[in-house]
């Protein structure tokens, strides 16, 4: 395990936790619907997905089934392979997204970078605030493990990286990022950083989340990383001159669902921080159907549970009740990977296990650019950073991310 010096930590978990135990519902969002039990004033003709999806509250089929209960403040359910969604909560609510923005960026890149290809990690990288695996500047890394170290750990170093690896800058990587939503027609997304870290306006809805899960899920590559449990890394190549030491990194899926042996689980991308509160983008397969759950703003430390409620409303009652929506489909083709004939899915072959955390015993609650490169185009990209710097003094606040104030 590395030790890192974690700088006025008094301070800063002091000035956190408080606004964490405050955030019980979310704040306002300008132009934002906000919950109740009346149809919405926008116009429905409009709303991506069906004219029901313009409702706030709970969305439900005549003569549904009645709803399990969830403490989320956004929330639709969907069988991802027909696109049908099931029931939902104020699914188009703008809310902010945490991690699972870190989907978007997954669906981004995927098609502009090799798993094959090296990346440098420079001092941007390395200074993201919040999770990270320890990227250190100088150090080159392979973008498979970087994959892991972004849809397993949740790494916001590894996010920036993978960015900038494939936009060849961060500013053309969100850029590209932005692009991509609007291919998939995830219009209530608005893209400022790669990671999902709190920043003003960055937004999304639980319709968009599942518009990325399904989308995800329909990727070979990323369903083989998103339903992997653990990897070890360590870098590729490290300066002669570097001050820091190389280390193997254990990573290890957060989500809570495959590590607790829900039947079926199979990803997708969990997520905290303090305004965001936990949001998930889960799901599992069964019997040859797939179902997703997308989940925002979850108080408390019920986000797995509600997510299993939800998924298990989804298993015993699609294809019974009318779908009240459409997960629409994107407005061009993705590039697809090499494995999409035949989609590898399982755990890395790389079992060094991880190191254990105290936080394993509970949920998660502290715990694009010019055109012809955007994501409307689909086109490959290929992009070698090269920023070697040294003599660096990195201040971690790692205890504080294990905290999960951060994710």
Do not use: C
């Not at 997905?49 to 089934?65: H, I």
């Not at 029931?87 to 902010?96: E, G, I, S, V």
């Amino acid at each position: 395990m590395r030790h890192r010096t974690v700088a006025v930590f008094g301070v800063v978990i002091g000035a956190l936790l408080p606004a964490t135990a405050m955030a019980s519902t979310p704040e306002p969002i300008p132009g934002a619907s906000t919950s109740t039990s009346t149809p919405s004033t926008t116009d429905a003709g409009s709303v991506v997905g069906g004219p029901r999806l313009a409702e706030t509250g709970f969305v439900t089929a005549p003569g549904a089934p009645a709803l399990p209960a969830t403490s989320a403040a956004a929330w639709v359910l969907a069988d991802a392979d027909t696109g049908e969604v099931l029931a939902a909560r104020d699914p188009h609510r703008k809310l902010r997204p945490a991690s699972t923005l870190k989907t978007l960026l997954a669906l981004t890149m995927a098609p502009r970078v090799d798993v094959t290809d090296t990346y440098v990690a420079d001092r941007e990288d390395a200074e993201q605030e919040g999770t990270r695996v320890g990227l250190w500047p100088g150090h080159t890394y392979r973008v498979d493990d970087l994959w892991y170290a972004l849809l397993l750990k949740s790494g916001n170093d590894a996010a920036t990286a993978l960015a900038k690896a494939g936009g060849g800058t961060l500013e053309r990587g969100l850029a590209m990022m932005q692009a991509e939503a609007r291919r998939l027609q995830a219009n209530d997304t608005t893209v400022v950083t790669p990671s999902g870290l709190d920043a003003d306006g960055q937004f999304a809805s639980a319709y968009d989340l599942a518009l990325w899960g399904r989308a995800a899920l329909s990727r070979g590559d990323l369903r083989h990383y998103i339903s992997t449990i653990r990897h070890s890394f360590h870098a590729l190549s490290v300066p002669a001159d570097s001050p820091f030491t190389d280390e193997t990194m254990y990573v290890r899926t957060e989500n809570r669902l495959m590590l607790n042996d829900f039947p079926g689980a199979i990803g997708v991308k969990m997520g905290y921080t303090t305004k965001a509160q936990n949001t998930m983008i889960a799901a599992a397969e069964r019997d040859g159907r797939t179902i997703v759950a997308t989940l925002m703003f979850t108080p408390g430390g019920r986000i797995t549970s509600d997510a299993a409620a939800l998924l298990e409303y989804g298993f015993a009652n699609a294809g019974r009740i009318e779908p009240v929506g459409q997960l629409v489909e994107p407005l061009s083709a993705a590039v697809v990977s090499d494995v999409d004939a035949d989609p590898a899915i399982g755990v890395s072959t790389n079992e060094a296990p991880p190191a254990s955390s105290g936080a394993d015993a509970q949920d998660l609650l502290v715990g694009g650019v010019p055109l012809g490169w955007s994501a409307m185009t689909g086109g490959l990209v290929t992009a070698t950073l090269l920023g070697l710097l040294t003599g660096w003094t990195l201040k971690r606040r790692r205890r504080l991310a294990r905290a999960g104030v951060y994710r």
